[in-house]
């Protein structure tokens, strides 16, 4: 399937057939969580089918320096927590090196904790707007230092007394919305955040699993100050974020059945389901079920021919982390696509309009930049070529499926970034394509 040069970087060969049964990592955003609010609570948390991809590692990482102790064996966790009350001011900074959900959430729960601590991570973390958490958490009591007045890394929090908010959030953010609400845990009075479109409510799940009374109605989600984590036994549902590049991939091929078990479907996060139907695939959900209050089912994916859509408004924040390899399957889908309202793009870990629209052109793609998206017009199959993940793990794996799906195959640098969310992502591609 593929050739690796330490100096060229890894050349991906075109296939025809994709065939067998597949399990994709855990859940990255459960997994964040479930570390995280294991470290909040009191007790031992053991969370199964842990992500143990940089960026989860990341947020375990913070959690030692803050005396949470925790043991990992591979997907497996035991964190033993003390409350958040007993974190201890850290020695040293906190890195979350390229994981932006460590950051937005650290600040949330640390903005009312008696004690300074200082934030930052790579260059990528460095150059994202951080104002849209740190601005309502000052409006909250926060006192937060950083570059352009706390809206960019570095930035230093000082634990303050907090009171309570009703704050409307200009974008549909969980993160946004994850690192209000947990600073509410430790506010005077009712904290309330109201998006624009409901954003993915893991938090609001895992919150209520681990005790905490949280009330959600609409785009809206409330929470009252003083509420206590209780420990928790965690099963992560596998990330439907990395099973979208295997749904592309047996959409696309020639020939062939993919099952993939066990996969996340929180209906926050299914907008890549819905406009994979739209667009005409043949994808099938077996054996839905349950558990630790997050649904998952099988998704059983055969070829299909499929056709341009139009994707936008509130579809975009339930599929905003699968517009990349979206991208790809629209531009061998027949017809036109047109993704809009998706200027959140912009401040991913690339600018993601602008590189997804450059790497595709590269490829043989008939694509043009929008301000808040792109059109593409399908081809029948993309040329292939060179590409670049620019250190976006995103990037590096829809670029590796628009290889297999082309006629020349890609030569691609920086596949290295898949392992933040999925350290595994080239063995599983040559099991199904050998």
């Not at 997907?75 to 979350?96: K, N, Y």
Request: with cysteine.
């Amino acid at each position: 399937m593929y050739n690796n040069d330490v100096l060229k970087g890894i050349r991906i060969n075109p296939v025809q057939k994709v065939q067998g049964e597949i399990q994709v990592p855990g859940d990255k955003s459960i997994s964040h969580r479930a570390a995280l609010f294991g470290g909040m609570a009191k007790g031992e948390t053991h969370i199964t089918n842990f992500l143990p991809g940089q960026d989860c590692l990341s947020t375990l990482e913070c959690l030692q320096r803050l005396g949470v102790e925790w043991e990992r064996r591979d997907t497996e966790v035991w964190i033993r927590g003390e409350g958040f009350e007993q974190w201890q001011e850290p020695q040293d900074i906190l890195d979350v090196g390229n994981s932006g959900t460590t950051m937005r959430l650290f600040l949330g729960v640390l903005a009312g904790c008696p004690f300074s601590v200082t934030l930052t991570g790579d260059s990528s973390i460095r150059s994202r707007p951080m104002g849209r958490v740190t601005l309502p958490l000052q409006e909250m009591g926060a006192r937060i230092l950083g570059r352009q007045a706390g809206k960019y890394a570095p930035l230093t929090i000082q634990g303050d007394s907090l009171q309570g908010i009703d704050f409307h959030s200009p974008v549909a953010s969980a993160q946004v919305k994850s690192a209000i609400l947990l600073a509410g845990l430790k506010a005077r009075g009712e904290t309330t955040v109201t998006e624009p479109f409901l954003s993915r409510d893991h938090t609001e799940r895992m919150l209520r699993g681990f005790g905490v009374p949280v009330i959600s109605e609409a785009n809206t989600a409330k929470i009252e100050g003083g509420a206590k984590l209780s420990s928790q036994e965690v099963s992560v549902p596998g990330d439907i974020s990395s099973a979208a590049f295997f749904l592309v991939l047996g959409s696309l091929a020639s020939k062939g059945e993919l099952l993939i078990r066990n996969v996340g479907m929180n209906t926050t996060r299914t907008g890549i389901l819905d406009a994979l139907w739209q667009m005409g695939a043949d994808i099938q959900v077996e054996n839905e079920k349950e558990e630790c209050g997050e649904p998952r089912a099988n998704l059983r994916v055969r070829p299909a021919q499929l056709h341009g859509i139009d994707i936008g408004g509130e579809m975009i924040p339930r599929l905003i982390d699968e517009v990349p390899i979206l991208a790809v399957a629209a531009s061998m889908a027949k017809g036109v696509t047109t993704i809009r309202d998706a200027a959140e793009l912009r401040v991913k870990e690339t600018d993601r309009i602008q590189t997804v629209v450059q790497g595709l052109r590269s490829l043989g793609a008939e694509i043009q930049e929008l301000s808040d998206g792109m059109q593409i017009t399908g081809i029948s199959q993309l040329r292939g070529g060179y590409a670049s993940s620019h250190g976006d793990h995103r990037l590096a794996m829809a670029w590796a499926v628009a290889g297999l799906l082309s006629k020349e195959g890609v030569s691609l640098t920086g596949i290295e970034a898949a392992a933040v969310s999925f350290p595994d992502f080239l063995s599983l591609i040559d099991r199904i394509t050998n």
